[in-house]
């Protein structure tokens, strides 16, 4: 029924302007003769409904032809750039309705090209063009009602054709518009558009541009202009992350500038709701200085209308990210730019989180950095720790030792043996294991200032730090307990294998008076603490511990089973005090301390503990009884739970009779063989688990 006639020829690009009549002035369209040409459109259109009023060809024709060249020319237009646009797909409306569709943009897009509207009336005249669009769409088109009645919103036609005349508009002129104060005309869908297709040229700074200026509409005058940037920015949200931070942290301060300021209810929402998704942007791009502008925005509405960002902040979600943005520090190994910046502004809960996480580090790096960040915190920081530590109940006081060890140590040596006299057994279990995390010096004075204070049971694992710390200063401390007859066997056999780990050469008549003493026909000290002098004096004076193990009658075989050194400048916070070993078959447990006893089946164990499986899991911290069983021989010790595997359980010996850990040497020779070597370098970092936050 209609043809473009001379439409294909117009123009250099069929649709988009150029040609007689586009900025030639040789025809100056009016809005008034496209719009009778759309009711046209509209009568034709019920005429194919109704055939009471069908109108034929020749009359729509002639009607057509009465209508001034210049409407004319601007339906040839329509045509063509319908014709190009997909010659071979299948309409998603009907035919009619989209040339009435293509003849409203294409007089609006001449009209915009020759400079007889400007950007801001663009969607006025569409919104003009639509109400003539209506009938006709109502006639032809049921879409709209078919998504209605699904329950799907339905976009508004005017917006639909204002993006589409966005689209036809050349580039250098949405260019022009863009970087105007009329950027916020433009849909977001074309804004998106364009950007994302600079960004793939490469055009970063038109990009930057382009974004802060879209961003300032939000403080236009007009409240049409202040509602379309709003919904804007929080549709582009992602591209303004997607940068160096700046469009990101300039747009953030203009729309709380805007906050702080807008009055009308609905603005308020709209420009809320897009402050808050560029708050989250900031927070999942980890850009520290864009969150740091938006929480000082807040404080600067606050201030201006109290009361009102009450809902905000927990939808910013800055508090509750916390743990993330550590986290990242943490895998990275650095404190990014500006993030001590924003966790200062939330040092109560940097501190909580902090606290805790120390407790789960495996690497002296991770440590180290917590401290970092609290130390930046400022003195205020330390000193709420230490105040921690000194009135806090047991569970909380004991988690802040680790990192108040690494602040001031010197307040940890004065506080902390009078708090232990209040602790129950296992928060001293807990203070040796969060001293093991202090550098090596510190450790070792800490661990000598505070072991008269310990539980008996938790001395040995004091003094096995004190040996592992490679520092000298443990050394008097450990020669007293080894020289000391009433020290407990298990402790002073732990000391000795202290002694040796530190190359105590001070010790080496101490190792050999232990090692020879006979009494007639037996020697003094039991076998298991010779082993243990024989082993230290081999590290002391090598050759004179050669000599001495030859005429001392131990088997060879049973020196083979030896304290671990420690490897200088390792990573990892707690190294193996013993070589694992993995036995041929697994050995028996049974607990003997409990009101539900249990039994425990170990497939590893060495001179320091093991892992076992049982049908109950104990807390970290908790003591253990256990009977060992082989043929006829049993075996007893104390032992402290370590951790929890899915369906194992660590634990370590903190008691044992010198004679029933010789039956273990005895037993871990048969069932384990040699000892597996493993280096420290080969456990891996394993980041990223997030502690729990205690209440």
């Not at 007089?107 to 003539?132: H, I, P, W």
């Not at 082993?535 to 030896?562: H, N, W």
Request: charged share 25%; hydrophobic share 40%; net charge neutral.
């Amino acid at each position: 029924m209609l043809h473009a006639g001379g439409g294909a020829g117009v123009g250099g690009v069929p649709g988009l302007g150029g040609g007689v009549g586009a900025g030639g002035g040789a025809y100056s369209v009016e809005e008034e003769d496209v719009r009778s040409m759309l009711q046209l459109f509209s009568q034709l259109g019920k005429s194919r409904k109704d055939s009471e009023h069908r109108m034929d060809v020749p009359t729509f024709q002639s009607r057509l032809s009465a209508m001034p060249v210049r409407a004319q020319y601007t339906l040839q237009q329509a045509l063509a750039g319908l014709a190009a646009q997909a010659p071979d797909a299948k309409p998603d409306k009907p035919m009619l309705l989209k040339l009435a569709e293509h003849v409203a943009i294409r007089f609006a897009l001449d009209s915009y090209e020759k400079g007889e509207l400007r950007v801001n009336a663009v969607k006025q005249l569409l919104d003009r063009m639509n109400t003539e669009i209506e009938a006709l769409r109502k006639i032809l088109s049921t879409q709209e009602e078919m998504m209605s009645q699904a329950g799907l919103s339905v976009q508004s036609y005017t917006e639909l054709l204002d993006q589409e005349f966005w689209e036809q508009v050349p580039e250098e002129n949405k260019k022009e518009v863009l970087t105007s104060d009329e950027a916020w005309c433009v849909p977001p869908r074309n804004v998106r558009a364009f950007l994302e297709d600079m960004l793939r040229r490469g055009e970063l700074k038109t990009v930057n541009e382009i974004l802060m200026k879209y961003a300032s509409c939000v403080g236009l005058e007009a409240p049409e202009a202040r509602r379309t940037t709003a919904i804007g920015l929080s549709d582009l949200g992602e591209l303004y992350g997607s940068g160096d931070g700046s469009a990101l942290m300039e747009a953030i301060k203009k729309l709380g500038n805007q906050l702080a300021i807008e009055r009308e209810p609905e603005l308020q929402t709209l420009v809320s709701a897009a402050f808050v998704r560029l708050s989250q942007e900031a927070a999942s791009k980890r850009c520290y200085p864009a969150m740091q502008q938006a929480l000082s925005s807040l404080e600067n509405v606050e201030t201006q209308r109290p009361g009102s960002t009450q809902s905000l902040r927990p939808r910013i979600g800055a508090e509750e990210r916390l743990p993330e943005f550590i986290e990242e520090a943490m895998r990275s190994g650095h404190i990014a730019d500006g993030m001590m910046d924003i966790l200062n502004l939330m040092p109560k809960a940097t501190i909580h989180y902090v606290t805790n996480r120390f407790g789960h580090c495996g690497f002296r790096e991770d440590c180290e950095l917590l401290a970092t960040i609290i130390r930046n915190l400022g003195e205020d920081a330390t000193q709420r720790l230490l105040e921690t530590l000194q009135t806090a109940p047991a569970t909380e006081a004991v988690e802040a030792i680790g990192l108040v060890s690494q602040l001031s140590p010197e307040n940890v040596e004065k506080i902390l043996p009078a708090r232990l006299s209040q602790w129950p057994r296992s928060s001293h279990d807990r203070t040796v294991r969060q001293l093991s995390a202090t550098p090596a010096e510190e450790r070792a004075r800490l661990l000598v200032a505070i072991y008269d204070s310990l539980d008996a049971l938790i001395r040995p694992l004091a003094i096995d730090e004190m040996g592992m710390s490679g520092q000298a200063s443990g050394i008097p401390k450990l020669i007293e307990l080894v020289q000391n007859d009433s020290t407990p066997g298990f402790t002073r056999l732990k000391a000795i294998e202290a002694l040796g780990r530190l190359r105590a050469s001070g010790s080496s008549q101490l190792f050999q008076h232990i090692l020879d003493t006979r009494q007639v026909w037996r020697w003094v000290y039991p076998n298991e603490l010779r082993i243990a002098a024989a082993q230290a004096l081999m590290r002391v004076e090598p050759t004179m511990g050669m000599e001495k193990v030859a005429a001392s009658g131990i088997d060879r075989k049973e020196l083979t089973l030896e304290p671990a050194d420690p490897e200088a400048n390792a990573s990892v916070i707690r190294q193996r005090r013993y070589a694992r070993l993995k036995l041929a078959r697994n050995l028996i447990a049974v607990t003997t301390n409990l009101r539900g006893n249990f039994r425990l089946s170990i497939p590893e164990l060495n001179l320091g503990g093991g892992i076992g499986s049982g049908e109950r899991h104990l807390a970290p911290g908790s003591l253990l009884s256990l009977k060992f069983s082989h043929g006829v021989r049993t075996i007893k010790a104390q032992a402290i739970v370590r951790g929890a595997r899915p369906q194992a359980m660590a634990f370590e010996f903190v008691d044992m009779d010198l004679d029933e850990r010789y039956r273990l040497r005895k037993l871990l020779l048969e069932l384990g063989g040699l000892p597996l070597v493993a280096q420290v370098t080969n456990r891996t970092r394993r980041r990223g688990r997030v502690a729990l936050a205690k209440s």
